[in-house]
């Protein structure tokens, strides 16, 4: 099958206020069990009972924010923070966990606090939580929540700054030892997602919601799409057999939405302009479709590959017949191409007999004569589609033996990965034992899943 070049371009925005800001709010994980990939769908452990909530809650023990925070302001703080449904932070919590005030204190600063920033009150928005006597509060996204712990007054809110200005100068500095927190800190959030939202504690829901900020605005990676060149056969020696438009083409349409077939399919199709043909197959089907294969003076063909695509057809419909890409080596088309055409020309021979029989032969050697031409060509038609199928045949042997080999080593890689992914834990789990990590102890010597 012939490859397709991929270029993949991706692109790295520098930090913004939000993203300090959120840093200065860290979890620090104990003893986490490495993942083999940063995304919360390819992180599951190879053994299913690993993925449990109860395992996953024991590794993660716990996110560890008002730990964090007691440390950061010398003072014990006691973790409270009422989140909306929609994801929103109360900003009187946020105040009282980072000024330690009560609760008409805390009321106090956040009316004072809107009223001096116009631009923290425009993206505020106000809930009142279930529960008897509760109020409306005002709330906001975990941006502009911390935007606003950042605003606050007194020296508690003054050492928040202070950690996020640190970490920013490591940033702009090129700390590498970021790589290691940043790449840590996402196994967490692995972690975390896969904790059911209803079974997480107050802490880790706060700390997932990091998480759930950056996923929501990373952008896709920009991915330019170059199809390979096109077969282009010789010209038809013949010309094309009928008044249609006279070339030939086969077309590859990639995956589409919603659509009943899984993966790219091909279609065959004729033109008058192959490029003119593209342009609207491109406005059909989008810029990643592209023509595999163009025979001049074969338009003929057309309603001969519709016939024979049929039986494998994955989508009816006038003209609209289509093989799977897998089940199709788009190299042996030319040939296929070749022997319809000698079809086409043997069914066109037995439609002109009874106009090329010599008006000086009898009656009896025309009619010897035409009933040895249908035999003949009866046995040329039965070769032909012989050929064909045995072709065909090959073709979905070969795809099938490719698809057992690639399935095997996909198999044999995943033994692997899953056996460095042991050894990464062991070493991981030496090395904090080694800085006398207590869990990590304990983990070296707890039986292997």
């Known amino acids: 099958m012939s490859s397709e070049l991929h270029t993949r371009l991706t692109t790295s925005a520098p ?6 800001a959120a840093a200065a709010i860290r979890t620090e994980p104990q003893a986490i069990q490495p993942a083999p990939a940063v995304t919360p769908e390819t992180v599951a452990h190879p053994n299913p009972a690993a993925n449990s909530a109860g395992v996953l809650a024991e590794h993660l023990s716990e996110s560890n924010v008002s730990t964090h925070l007691s440390s950061l302001l010398k003072r014990q703080v006691s973790f409270k923070l009422r989140i909306t449904p929609n994801k929103e932070l109360a900003l009187i919590d946020v105040a009282m966990i980072f000024n330690g005030l009560d609760n008409d204190q805390a009321g106090l600063a956040v009316r004072r606090l809107l009223e001096q920033f116009p631009d923290v009150r425009s993206n505020r928005s106000n809930f009142k939580f279930p529960g008897r006597g509760r109020q409306t509060v005002d709330v906001a996204p975990l941006a502009e929540a911390l935007e606003f712990a ?7 809110a003054a050492k928040v700054r202070k950690e996020a200005a640190k970490l920013l100068v490591r940033y702009l500095g090129g700390d590498l030892s970021l790589v290691d927190e940043i790449f840590l800190r996402n196994h967490v959030q692995a972690a975390l997602a896969r904790i059911p939202e209803e079974e997480r504690t107050a802490e880790q829901q706060t700390a997932r919601l990091f998480g759930e900020s950056v996923e929501s605005t990373q952008p896709a990676p920009l991915i330019f799409h170059l199809p390979p060149p096109p077969i282009i056969m010789e010209s038809c020696p013949t010309g094309c057999l009928d008044d249609g438009p006279p070339h030939f083409y086969i077309l590859r349409i990639p995956s589409q939405p919603g659509a009943p077939e899984d993966g790219d399919t091909y279609r065959g199709g004729r033109t008058k302009d192959f490029d003119a043909r593209m342009l ?6 989008g810029e990643g479709s592209y023509m595999a294969l163009r025979a001049p003076n074969y338009g003929h063909m057309e309603t001969l590959w519709h016939r ?8 009816q ?3 609209e017949e289509r093989i799977l890409a897998s089940n199709m080596e788009i190299s042996e088309a030319p040939k296929f191409i070749m022997e319809l055409h000698s079809r086409r020309q043997t069914e066109l021979q037995l439609e002109n007999l009874p106009q090329t029989a010599s008006k000086k032969r009898t009656r009896e050697e025309a009619e010897d004569e035409r009933v040895i031409a249908v035999i003949d060509a009866k046995r040329d038609l039965a070769v032909a589609e012989l050929g064909a199928k045995r072709d065909l045949a090959v073709a979905e042997l070969g795809a099938k033996r ?10 044999r890689e995943f033994a692997r990965d899953r056996e460095q992914l042991f050894t990464d834990r062991e070493r991981l789990m030496l090395r904090l034992a080694a800085e006398g990590n207590a869990d990590a102890i304990k983990a070296l010597f707890a039986p292997k899943p």
């Open 150 to 156: 950042f605003l606050l007054p007194g020296r508690n």
């Open 308 to 315: 024979r695509m049929r039986m494998n057809a994955i989508t």
């Open 280 to 285: 609207k197959h491109h406005a059909k089907y």
């Open 317 to 319: 419909g006038p003209r």
């Open 402 to 411: 490719e698809f057992a080999v690639a399935e095997l080593g996909a198999k």
């Open 15 to 20: 930090a913004t206020n939000s993203t300090v």
